[in-house]
């Protein structure tokens, strides 16, 4: 098979010159500033203000991502029959108002862990139908050739963002509380759905559906994902990486909290150092593509940045603890350049009447495994410690290169 990377070099002079490019792109960063502050302040919320235990923090964050497992395929292929972006636009504001339940309720003293559940979960199910319009919507906006820039702008905001969204939640939580600090959040949402508004492009004309059951369409789907080796393979890698990197993450904050003693704020910088490493990420993606191609990116960004994540589970207060930082900054760094690569050429194998599908099927794939992931890292770190679930985990994602680098191999014979 021949190695499909879409051109680098865009067909006008930068899409951040493009008007609707670049209301999406500061949608993504508003959206995406609003969402790693959820990422920080809802265990907080958890650990804090309801003092959660490790297996209720791990339940919270198998609800959290549950969505891609109840709803995944048939979401790719409704968002296949409709326009994309109002899809976008409508998850945005709901989000928002489920965000802002949270410290309404903490206010009235009725917030619970049920509550928080129940909101991480609605907010969840709302995120896979975000996620598959959005990246769907995305060659349609700024054309095939323009793919790997376009995927590397909105990681690198997205990068901006998860430097930014960790070093404003920290003072935030610890000023205010981690519920209220949900308020950022929501806003963040909120103004994300609205300036997608005002994206002008028209999508191309829909393929006419009539009455054909939603079953085949997601049968379509799966056919076609599974029937094509390279994806096959960077869906089944990604499903294991994301399996162990949801256990790492569990503990992750339960870890630094309460073995290393950090408050909100120093968890928001070590969080931050993940975003600076992101950020290089995003800058070197593209030249990394073209220097190694993008098959090679794939498994050999994992295999080399996953190993540093094993030195949390030693850290201390002092130096250990700035060299386990780093070390999360590389995992940040090389996951960025392995989903630049990968995203491209997964959008660029697929037909534009298949994107919704194809997105929803490496969804439901990649992320089905996720919420055990999430509860089996709250079961460990009862048993076992933190420490431990954090070792399980870092080994898991370094191995989860021997399956990528088998699309690696397809995407370059």
């Keep these: 098979m021949q ?19 670049g209301r999406l792109f500061a949608a993504t960063a508003l959206g995406q500033l609003g969402d790693r502050i959820v990422f920080l302040a809802l265990p907080l919320v958890a650990i804090t203000a309801l003092h959660a235990d490790e297996l209720q923090v791990g339940l919270l964050t198998g609800t959290t991502t549950v969505g891609s497992l109840l709803i995944g395929l048939p979401a790719g292929a409704w968002v296949d029959r409709i326009r994309k972006r109002p899809v976008m636009i409508a998850a945005d504001l709901v ?51 323009n793919l790997v820039e376009g995927n590397a702008r909105l990681s690198a905001v997205r990068s901006v963002t998860g430097i930014g969204g960790p070093a404003v939640a920290g003072p935030l939580v610890g000023w205010a509380g981690a519920p209220a ?30 009455r054909r059951p939603l079953a085949r369409d997601i049968r379509e789907g799966l056919t076609f994902v599974l029937g094509q080796p390279v994806l096959r393979a960077t869906i089944a890698g990604d499903a294991m990486f994301n399996f162990f990197l949801v256990l790492y993450q569990t503990m992750l904050l339960v870890f630094l909290e ?21 950020l290089l990420g995003a800058l070197v993606a593209r030249a990394s ?31 250990s603890l700035y060299a386990a930082a780093v ?54 770190g009862a048993l076992w410690g933190a420490g ?26």
């Design 181 to 210: 600090a949900l308020l950022a959040s929501s806003a963040g949402m909120a103004a994300s759905g609205l300036l997608a508004t005002g994206i002008r492009r028209r999508e191309e004309r829909l393929e006419a559906v009539g």
């Design 388 to 413: 431990t679930t954090l070792w399980i985990g870092a080994t898991g994602m370094t191995l989860s290169s021997l399956v990528l680098r088998r699309a690696g191999r397809g995407a370059t014979m």
């Design 95 to 145: 989000r928002a108002l489920i965000l802002l339940s949270i410290p309404a309720a903490w206010w009235a003293r009725l917030l619970t862990i049920e509550w928080l559940c129940t909101a991480a979960l609605l907010h969840g199910l709302l995120t896979v139908f975000f996620d598959v319009a959005y990246v769907s919507y995305l060659p349609q906006l700024v054309g095939r050739d």
């Design 327 to 380: 070390g999360l900054a590389a995992l940040s760094l090389g996951g960025v350049v392995r989903v630049v690569s990968q995203s491209s050429l997964q959008q660029a194998l697929t037909p534009d009447r298949l994107l919704g599908r194809m997105n929803a099927t490496a969804r439901f794939v990649s992320w089905g495994g996720v919420p055990l992931g999430g509860v089996l890292g709250g079961v460990s």
């Design 289 to 319: 593509a073209r220097r190694l191609g993008q098959g090679r990116v794939i498994w050999l960004a994992p295999l080399v940045t996953c190993p540093p994540t094993a030195l949390m589970p030693h850290a201390r207060p002092g130096w």
């Design 3 to 21: 190695q499909v990377i879409p051109k680098g070099t865009p067909s006008r002079p930068g899409l951040l010159r493009d008007p609707d490019f």
């Design 258 to 278: 309460r073995t290393i003693g950090l408050g909100p704020l120093g968890i928001g910088l070590v969080l931050s150092g993940m975003g600076c490493g992101a």
